[in-house]
Each structure stands twice: as structure tokens, then as C-alpha cells.
């Protein structure tokens, strides 16, 4: 059989807006990870130098040498809110999974690799607690997630209300609920179902909130994980051990953000 990793990978996220340890990541990997000859990509767009760039930066340095296939999944349906397409993502991730697990595809000597950029990643997380329910072995697959808004080290989902005055935490909750958040809000990437890989830019403020600190990178810094190079990435520390879930850190001070921006936007508008 031939290991499988899923790739979502989403051009920016449209949430609300439409440590301990220091080890480089170098001396972390996991060369027992068994991705060998194909990768399945989620994305909006079908943009294979998106699949291209995240496949080179974030599985290749795992081991990946294979050929990288993509599955189409909503970011957002017309006429319906952000919480639903949410849903519809989640939904298509489970059966895209339990197909290849139903067919025996995949299994803890070749597991099944889903990757998942910003609400691809949401997607990933809130799949995760669906497929454990149904049955899914945790050895059967392993998730890598970049630009986690749900993310259990500072995501924006889990930490943006309460990181606010007590008084003004129920106008905030209705109003990111108006925006069509829903049960979206509070979101967290579980550390308890599969082993899971997160990498975050220290200034992504969907990843990385810091009680606002990181507000301007909402809208730059979450949009320059595909722009970066091998060696940024390669940079990592793995910052907390929380269960399954590992979270990486980039430093964006090490990082030459207006490339690694424009080079994700070129990306990003590949296809058009």
C-alpha cells in the first residue's frame, strides 16, 4: 500500500475577517514517517503550485517523494455562513478518509497524511474527533497543520474572547457569532486523537494571538507560510509538547516577510 498524506491547503483564512522546549526542528524529524509515493490535497482551487510549495516545505523534509493529487473542499458556499462551510469541509475530509480506510488503504505501517492550511487546518481539527468516534485507529494517520486558527498555543478561535474585558466578552461573542463563527468559536486542535504536527509564525495572529499583539498579522503574517523557504521552515523549535500534538514555532523575525508574502500571493494567483 502506499501512504497517503491529505493536504488541505487554503489560500488565507476567511474566520471573522471574509514554552518550554527549544529544539531545532532539524534534530526533531521524524524519519519513521512513511510518506513515500502519494499525497491528496485539499483545496479550494485546485492550484498545483499551492499543492507544489506545501508538499516541498512542509512533508518533503518528512520523507514525502511522491506524486500529490487534490480534493476539492469548500472555503465558502454562497448563500450560507462561515460555520456551515466549516461543516461541509469537515464532512468531506471524514469521507475522503474512511474511504481510503474502508478500502484498506491505509493503516498504522502505512498511515494516511492530512495536511491543512488556516481553515483547512479548522477542518482538520474538528474532523479529527469524527473520525476517532468512527472508528479510525490513531496509528492510521498523522495531521500537519500550518496557520491554525484553532490551534491549543494561542489560536484566535479559542483565545480572542477571552483575552478581552470581562464586561465586553458577551458583545464580542455575539458579534463574531453574527459573522457567522457559530460553533466554529472555540474551536480547539485536539491533542488526544492523532498525532498531529503544528507550525506556527510567531506574528500570525490567527495562530498566534497574544492577546492582540499579533492583530496586523491576521491579514500578512498568516499569509506567508507557503512563501517561505526550506530554511525557514527548517528553523522551527518545537515549542510545546501538548499529548499527540506537536507545535512548531518559526520565528517571523528571522523571516524576510515581504518575500515570503509575495511569493505566497504569487502562489496563491497562479491559477487565474
Known amino acids: 500500500m502506499s501512504a497517503t498524506p491529505?493536504?488541505?491547503f487554503f489560500a488565507a483564512s476567511s474566520i471573522v475577517a471574509g514554552s518550554v522546549i527549544s529544539t531545532p526542528i532539524s534534530n526533531v524529524l521524524h524519519w519513521d514517517y512513511a510518506l513515500t509515493s502519494e499525497a491528496m490535497v485539499i483545496d479550494p482551487i485546485v492550484n498545483q503550485e499551492w499543492t507544489d510549495a506545501a508538499t516541498r516545505l512542509y512533508l518533503d523534509p518528512l520523507g514525502f517523494n511522491g506524486v500529490?493529487?487534490?480534493?476539492?473542499?469548500p472555503e465558502v458556499i454562497a448563500g450560507d455562513d462561515l460555520q456551515q462551510a466549516v461543516g461541509v469541509g469537515v464532512q468531506d475530509l471524514v469521507n475522503a478518509v474512511e474511504t481510503q480506510?474502508?478500502?484498506?488503504?491505509?493503516?498504522?505501517?502505512d498511515p494516511l497524511y492530512i495536511f491543512g492550511y488556516s481553515q483547512a487546518a479548522v477542518d482538520a481539527s474538528l474532523a479529527e474527533q469524527q473520525l476517532a468516534h468512527d472508528g479510525v485507529p490513531t496509528a492510521d494517520l498523522h495531521f500537519v497543520l500550518v496557520g491554525d486558527s484553532a490551534s491549543a498555543e494561542g489560536g484566535f478561535l479559542n483565545t480572542f474572547v477571552e483575552s478581552l474585558p470581562t464586561w465586553l466578552q458577551p458583545f464580542a461573542t455575539q458579534?463574531?457569532?453574527?459573522?457567522g463563527l457559530g460553533d466554529?468559536?472555540?474551536?480547539?486542535?485536539?491533542d488526544d486523537f492523532y498525532p498531529t504536527d503544528v507550525y506556527t509564525l510567531s506574528g500570525d495572529g490567527w495562530a498566534n494571538w497574544d492577546g492582540g499583539a499579533n492583530l496586523l498579522g491576521l491579514?500578512?503574517?498568516h499569509l506567508e507560510y507557503?512563501?517561505?523557504?526550506?530554511?525557514?521552515?527548517?528553523?522551527?523549535?518545537?515549542?510545546?509538547?501538548?499529548?499527540l500534538t506537536d507545535y512548531y514555532t518559526?520565528?517571523?523575525?528571522?523571516?524576510n516577510g515581504l518575500e515570503a508574502l509575495w511569493e505566497g500571493f504569487m502562489i496563491a494567483v497562479s491559477v487565474f
Request: glycine content about 8%; charged content about 10%; hydrophobic content about 50%.
Open 101 to 109: 480506510y474502508n478500502a484498506g488503504a491505509i493503516d498504522a505501517a
Open 6 to 8: 491529505i493536504g488541505a
Open 68 to 73: 500529490a493529487t487534490t480534493l476539492a473542499i
Open 219 to 221: 491579514l500578512s503574517t
Open 175 to 179: 458579534t463574531l457569532e453574527s459573522f
Open 250 to 255: 518559526i520565528n517571523s523575525a528571522d523571516v
Open 184 to 190: 466554529v468559536l472555540g474551536a480547539t486542535t485536539p
Open 226 to 243: 507557503l512563501g517561505l523557504t526550506t530554511a525557514d521552515v527548517n528553523s522551527a523549535t518545537l515549542s510545546v509538547v501538548d499529548g
